[in-house]
């Protein structure tokens, strides 16, 4: 036996020592390594309509730990909710209560918890319109919004010399005073560029709102319990952009299966699906198109349970003026 080894043999708590520093390293050597897989990690490459699960707080579900990219979105809370009271920011709200100060952004004026007015009875907030009117800007001026406000009124300035309007630097972007900018990880934020920014996302220069955009849950409670899915424009990611339409189920839509690969007696995984009015879609399924005006080339798909990805199509593959349906 080498000479080293029976000194450590003939020490048990030497040898103890050398054991827990193995341990340690490995352990660090771990840490790091899913320390850096998540600093790696770029959720704008995963599927799935994220911002909008985000808006909802349905909770992410992975394969394995230390995964950038979930399977799925655990939206079950949704389903205890009453259909007789208004929910936001995780509270609820009677029928006929105001919406407190602070759940409420700029521009929700006058926000009430109303039954829904149609048949199905849903309840959620109505609000005053909202009228946003801009007059002229003055040759070699411009307006600088304010982010407190609801439409952004702000100040007209006029420089004596372009040059000195202040910029911003955000993600590589070049911003002028009074421009909007967004930021590439934290999407949730209003910001404008003013004088003094440095780089740093917070008052004056960013606020965040009180309470989501993206969510449904505000306005239009129904389409949640109608099992709706959000529509994104071509150009937009659902991964950090908010929904601007929705697509219901009607009568003439069906599953479009792209399972066919799998064997007749597999059973396919039913806590893995999307739910589409009282359809289910299955990983990979899509929906028919052109069963209504809100579908005319849309392309929807199930990505990441439970609420399908559904996005127009660019020109190039659809034409609007062709696919008009006629029922």
């Not at 009875?121 to 411009?142: K, N, R, T």
């Not at 005073?177 to 999407?187: A, H, L, Q, T, W």
């Not at 028919?288 to 996005?311: G, L, M, R, W």
């Amino acid at each position: 036996m080498p000479k080293s080894n029976k000194v450590l043999a003939s020490c048990p708590i030497m040898s103890r020592y050398v054991f827990l520093v193995q341990i340690y390293v490995y352990v660090a050597f771990v840490v790091a390594v899913v320390t850096a897989d998540q600093e790696e990690c770029d959720q704008t490459k995963c599927p799935g309509p994220l911002r909008y699960y985000e808006s909802l707080r349905c909770k992410p579900v992975y394969e394995n730990e230390g995964d950038c990219c979930a399977k799925k979105y655990n939206c079950d809370h949704l389903k205890e909710r009453s259909t007789s009271k208004c929910y936001v920011n995780g509270k609820e709200y009677e029928i006929g209560e105001e919406l407190k100060d602070e759940d409420a952004n700029p521009c929700d004026i006058g926000c009430t918890c109303r039954r829904g007015w149609n048949n199905d009875g849903i309840a959620s907030f109505v609000c005053a319109a909202v009228d946003c009117a801009y007059g002229p800007i003055e040759p070699g001026c411009y307006r600088r919004g304010d982010l407190s406000k609801c439409c952004k009124d702000g100040i007209d300035i006029c420089p004596e010399k372009p040059e000195d309007r202040a910029t911003c630097v955000v993600d590589g972007n070049i911003y002028k005073d009074g421009e909007y900018f967004e930021v590439m990880n934290e999407p949730e934020l209003n910001c404008i560029c003013q004088p003094g920014y440095e780089g740093k996302n917070i008052e004056p220069f960013c606020v965040k709102p009180k309470r989501p955009y993206c969510s449904p849950e505000f306005r239009d409670a129904n389409d949640i319990h109608q099992n709706c899915a959000p529509v994104f424009y071509n150009d937009q990611l659902p991964q950090i952009d908010c929904h601007l339409g929705t697509r219901c189920q009607n009568a003439n839509d069906t599953v479009i299966h792209n399972h066919d690969d799998l064997k007749p007696d597999k059973d396919l995984d039913d806590e893995n699906v999307c739910l589409f009015g009282n359809l289910k879609m299955h990983i990979g399924d899509e929906l028919n198109k052109d069963t209504d005006y809100s579908s005319v080339c849309v392309k929807c798909i199930c990505e990441v349970p439970p609420v399908p990805t559904c996005q127009h199509l660019p020109e190039s593959e659809c034409n609007v003026t062709k696919h008009l349906p006629f029922f």
